[in-house]
């Protein structure tokens, strides 16, 4: 059982570099969002998505983009990578949006120097 | 925006014996999640608890939720080495951010769990 795939692991970038983190699930969830965990803060919800075709914003949107073409798959792109933007990052899906459990990958670990 | 906040941040106990970690929450929720993160791991799910439930078990995890005072419990007993790990309470909700509404988890930051052997 895959469950959630998130490629890569690590990741190294300069300021201004552009990126994308992928995001795979194979339990036909409908559910699917990408948070960041920073030390301290717990984690927080970037975008989140319903469907196929259907993305939204969550609590800390700027600098990312995210799309859903199929129900699987669900990568965040980091257009111009800023320091502030390094972090631990997570994607969850879930059968359906509330009354669920979600499922998590084991993370990106992301550095932007 | 935090809408879960666990106590203690951090415990270290004795293996054996019992962990409680507690979380409040600041507005009527659908239900209560509690999450287990090992070190430089994704989040696995515990238990979920319904806003119309009181007290749910799983082998050694119990969780009580009292929705009068908004906070929930997890109790860990006769804790092993293998407990060690951090451990989140989410709540699942429709939150309004700055930027506008969202639905997803809202985390706590955590209380990380040491067990001594």
């Known amino acids: 059982n895959a469950g959630v795939t998130q490629t890569p692991k690590f990741q190294v970038l300069k300021t201004g570099q552009s990126m994308t983190l992928q995001c795979a699930q194979d339990m036909n969830h409908e559910y699917m969002s990408w948070y960041r965990q920073d030390p301290g803060m717990g984690l927080r919800l970037i975008h989140y998505s319903v469907g196929a075709g259907i993305t939204d914003q969550g609590e800390v949107p700027n600098g990312y983009n995210v799309s859903r073409s199929t129900t699987e798959d669900f990568p965040l792109r980091l257009e111009l990578a800023a320091p502030s933007q390094t972090s631990v990052y997570f994607c969850?899906?879930?059968?359906?949006?509330?009354?669920?459990?979600?499922?998590f990958g084991q993370g990106t670990r992301l550095t932007v120097v | 925006s935090q809408q879960g906040e666990e106590d203690p941040q951090a415990l270290s106990i004795q293996e054996g014996e019992n962990a409680t970690m507690n979380c409040s929450y600041k507005t009527s929720i659908n239900n209560l999640q509690w999450y287990r993160q090992n070190s430089g791991r994704g989040l696995v799910h515990l238990i979920l608890i319904r806003s119309n439930e009181r007290e749910k078990h799983s082998g050694r995890l119990r969780v009580t939720l009292d929705t009068s005072k908004k906070s929930s419990s997890l109790l860990i007993t006769a804790s092993r080495a293998a407990d060690t790990a951090s451990y989140f309470c989410?709540?699942?909700?429709?939150?309004?951010?700055?930027?506008?509404?969202?639905?997803?988890?809202?985390f706590g930051k955590g209380t990380h769990l040491i067990i001594q052997p």
């Open positions: 969850a899906s879930s059968r359906r949006r509330t009354n669920t459990e979600a499922f």
């Open positions: 989410a709540t699942d909700l429709f939150v309004m951010y700055s930027g506008g509404g969202a639905d997803g988890l809202t």
